[in-house]
């Protein structure tokens, strides 16, 4: 697997699941998502995201051509 195709993975996974206990549990889950939005977001115009170095650290390899 990939880095970006686990980054993918998870935060479609976060994603669901902060919405899900926003339906269920509290709105205040919301804030969740919008965390996980912005930081996608931030992640398009600098190039870098935390979760992709982590998973860099975690062995997973690069999907380049």
Known sequence: MTIERALRLIA??????????????SPHWLWFTAFVG????????????????ILQK???RGGGA
Do not use: E
């Open 38 to 53: 912005l930081n996608l977001f931030q992640s398009g115009i600098t190039d870098w995201c935390p979760m992709m170095w």
């Open 12 to 25: 479609g996974t976060f994603i669901l699941l902060s919405v899900g206990l926003s339906v269920w549990h």
């Open 58 to 60: 975690a062995g997973l």
